[in-house]
């Protein structure tokens, strides 16, 4: 009963956010959260721009984490371990991300997701390596290297499905004209198409969409997330590790080489992109890791993971890393602003 009701909290709380992020963010008004003045240049003041994408990319980052703490916390995986985990997956993707991109695409102020999943696919065997060492001694057990790989993967599902929201805010990762579509897909794709406003979105600055009715891949990436990272809770949930393992991995990358076909932002200059060539291959590597590594573990309890959450420690890493993130990814690098400071003579 008790995975029901954390589930169908999830569903609600996603369904809630979605409904709002695929019905606003497009909006000029939603890619920029604020201006701070900085500099002054004659009457007015040069100005940082604060974005929504790094608020939403924080959060999902954020929501990741916190359901890390909660599954391996359901399966008696210390605190400590579970902060010092994330902290070095972080470590290592989130530069990777930028790293990865820059090599892709040429570019300096940008970052995959993509690029960052497989780099953590990559460096999982090393964590694993250290997890098998630190864990019997602390829970007195063995802990399947595929309980943490099937955390790692549902957790990035989720983080990820959240995370294109700020591709929605941002105006990046956007699909291909309706117009421009097969017959058969401008059926498909003509009633669900979403349509960005404002000109320092990169959809109207990079391809001159602004006010073209796209395909609405960013909000159908984050839907296939979402539903691939709750089945792959819920089979977490009940001990079927392997598979919550191959749900989330599987069904995400396999959606990554599909959908760049309906994407229109640059991907490299190959007939396909190196994002889909290791999205293909995280498939593989996904199969032989359950092959090997497959193996039965105690059925997680629920409330002993959430009961984690309001620990000092958990309450702090995740604010922490709520602020870290967004300090990182929530200044604009590539818009800016004029800001003009006057006194309203009414109300003085």
Known sequence: MENILFLAAMVL???VVYGWGFTRLPGERWQIMASVPRLKAGSHWEALNITWYGCIVACACAAGAGLTIVLLGSVGIPLGFTT???LAVLAVCLPGSRLIARIVEGKRHTA??????????????????VSGRILPARMGTQVPAIVILACMAVT????????RLACISFGCCYGKPVANLPAWLRTVF???????????KKIAYAHGLDGVKVVPIQAVTAVIHAVAALAGVWLFLEGAYGAAFLSALVVTQVWRVASEFLRADFRGSLSLSAYQVMAALAVVIAIVVVSLYNAP????HIVDGLSMLWHPLALLFLQGLWLAVFYSSGRSSVTGARVSLHVIHERI
């Open 13 to 15: 709380a996603i369904a």
């Open 84 to 86: 010092i985990f994330c």
């Open 112 to 129: 995959t997701v993509g690029g960052a999943m497989f780099l953590g696919l990559l460096m999982a065997p090393l964590l694993l390596w």
């Open 156 to 163: 990035y599902t989720l983080g990820e499905g959240i995370g």
């Open 190 to 200: 003509e009633p669900l198409g979403v349509t960005f406003r404002g000109p320092t």
């Open 297 to 300: 573990f105690r059925v997680p």
